[in-house]
């Protein structure tokens, strides 16, 4: 069982920054950690992965403003937002799995973030 807890999120102009941040409650050495977000009332989409190795993957909609990064010392895994845009604004939720796990996967409770124009 892992437990991952997001923070971070809050409201930001079009333009800005934000970090979130996500800390699991066991070593993430040898999983893949993973960023999603979601609006109400539509699915949950991709953001970024970092695998157990640190390979980042990011979505099309971010590439090149959103910096994934993990510290494995602190369990803790990372979501560099920049120039942050409206359309950015979503409940931004932390995933956790790996070979580890098998085919289990976990997820934290989510942060807000708010973009305004």
């Known amino acids: 069982q892992v437990q991952l807890v997001e923070s971070g999120g809050g409201l930001v102009q079009a333009g800005g920054s934000l970090r979130l941040s996500c800390a699991a409650s066991?070593?993430?050495?040898?999983?893949?950690m993973e960023w999603y977000r979601q609006a109400p009332g539509k699915p949950r989409e991709f953001v970024a992965r970092?695998?157990?190795?640190?390979?980042?993957v990011y979505a099309d909609s971010v590439k090149g403003r959103f910096t994934i990064s993990r510290d494995n010392a602190k369990n803790t895994v990372y979501l560099q937002m920049n120039s942050l845009k409206p359309e950015d604004t979503d409940k931004y939720y932390c995933?956790?799995?790996?070979?580890?796990?098998?085919?289990?996967?976990?997820w934290g409770q989510g942060t807000q973030v708010t973009v305004s124009s």
């Open positions: 995933n956790a799995n790996g070979a580890r796990f098998g085919v289990r996967e976990f």
């Open positions: 066991t070593s993430i050495f040898s999983i893949n």
């Open positions: 970092i695998s157990s190795g640190g390979r980042p």
